[in-house]
């Protein structure tokens, strides 16, 4: 009986520990709440990468994420994966990301996702990726990336970035 209980109890810690874990790098910009911020492991050589997270606007009035800043890369911006006809695409969202008023945008594999590009080192599972988001109205925000695994949990989503040879990546017209 004390050995269930106190395996019972060794179970409640780390459940409590890893969801403190995983919550430890929120943030919060103005009305905009920032969760779960992260990106995948890049093979060596790979010059871009994905990050994830999740917004969420608490305030009466749209937001837009307008700029991100990453010292790890050359340039970042947000992009959205789409599939039609077969056929997956990936272009920038020009103008910026609306977060609506109320309601929450993710960012996760096969959609929405920020594009970390001209990545000089790629990022190794365990590091922290530092970025700076900028908002029209709330403003700067830093943020850190926690670095999973090179599969991540939906490898199967359709997040391929280092290998994106035969993707259609051009600008919309």
Do not use: W
């Not at 929120?26 to 992260?38: F, L, Q, T």
């Not at 020009?94 to 945008?105: D, Y």
């Not at 949990?153 to 970035?161: I, L, Q």
């Amino acid at each position: 009986m004390m050995k269930k209980l106190t395996i019972f109890l060794a179970g409640l810690f780390f459940a409590g520990l890893f969801a403190t874990l995983a919550s430890a790098h929120d943030v919060k910009a103005g009305a905009i709440e920032i969760g779960h911020p992260h990106a995948r492991a890049m093979v060596p050589g790979a010059k871009v990468g994905g990050g994830y997270l999740t917004f969420v606007n608490n305030g009466s009035i749209d937001d837009k994420l307008v700029s991100i800043i990453c010292d790890r890369a050359k340039s970042s911006e947000v992009h959205q994966m789409s599939v039609s006809n077969g056929v997956m695409t990936m272009r920038p969202v020009a103008g910026g990301l609306v977060v609506p008023a109320g309601q929450t945008v993710e960012l996760k594999p096969g959609g929405y996702h920020i594009m970390f590009m001209d990545v000089a080192k790629p990022f190794k599972e365990g590091e922290i990726v530092k970025a700076t988001l900028t908002f029209e109205k709330a403003g700067p925000v830093d943020v850190e990336f926690a670095v999973g695994s090179l599969s991540g949990t939906n490898a199967s989503a359709g997040d391929t970035h280092s290998d994106m040879g035969g993707m259609d990546m051009s600008k919309p017209q």
